[in-house]
């Protein structure tokens, strides 16, 4: 998937879902490196999140969830979260 998309990302975010069969995230930034993509890894849903809200609000880029089913359940709920009213 990442060779697909290598020419339209300006940067892979790679993290885990809390599923027992994720994939560690620093296995992701290697294959995308490997690929010449620049990424980072982020242990967690809500600070890859937060990192790349970072990200978009200082470059006006647009931020996809992409990977399994699991990690988009758990940027959804902490996109939801985030926009709680308090």
Not at 9 to 20: C, I, R, S
Request: proline share 3%.
């Amino acid at each position: 998937m990442l060779a697909e998309l290598k020419g339209r990302l300006k940067l892979v975010l790679a993290t885990k879902a809390n599923h027992p069969r994720a994939v560690e995230p620093e296995k992701i930034v290697e294959t995308a490196n490997r690929l010449g993509l620049r990424a980072e890894a982020a242990i967690h849903v809500e600070a890859a999140l937060a990192r790349a809200r970072e990200l978009a609000a200082s470059g006006g880029e647009i931020i996809v969830s992409a990977g399994s089913m699991f990690v988009t359940a758990e940027v959804k709920t902490a996109w939801e979260k985030s926009h709680k009213p308090e």
